[in-house]
């Protein structure tokens, strides 16, 4: 069992940045040593269905966005402290949602699909105002 907690959200204004970070732990490290796991980042607005905005392989070798956010958002690990970050830049109003960072024991290269991560989450609110 993996426990995930994001943190680093907040309420800003349109242009600014914020970095986001997910910690894991769990009750025994081979559990939940993220070298094991494909990470992800997914979002969720009010009213909407929770998507996809970024993924990383287990080494961090391969990155994924989704289109909105390419260019402004990077995704990275560290596999030492078993945390993952999400920074994020120019962020719009239409960036306003809860954000979840995600575990993949089965798709250790990353994935874009909700449904091929194990572990989730409680959600960290960035809300951006224009």
């Known amino acids: 069992q993996v426990q995930l907690v994001e943190s680093g959200g907040g309420l800003v204004q349109a242009g600014d940045s914020l970095r986001l970070s997910c910690a894991a732990s769990?009750?025994?490290?081979?559990?939940?040593?993220?070298?094991?796991?494909?990470m992800g980042w997914f979002r969720q607005a009010p009213g909407k269905e929770r998507d996809f905005v970024a993924a990383?392989?287990?080494?961090?070798?391969?990155?994924y966005y989704a289109g909105s956010v390419k260019g402004r958002f990077t995704i990275s690990r560290d596999n030492a402290k078993n945390t993952l970050y999400l920074q994020m830049n120019s962020l719009k109003p239409e960036d306003t949602a809860v954000y979840y960072c995600?575990?993949?024991?089965?798709?250790?290269?990353?994935?874009?699909?909700?449904?091929?991560?194990?572990?989730w989450g409680q959600g960290t609110q960035v809300t951006v105002f224009s």
């Open positions: 995600a575990a993949s024991l089965r798709r250790r290269i990353g994935s874009t699909e909700s449904s091929e991560y194990d572990y």
């Open positions: 990383i392989s287990w080494s961090g070798g391969s990155t």
């Open positions: 769990g009750r025994t490290r081979i559990n939940y040593d993220m070298v094991n796991y494909g």
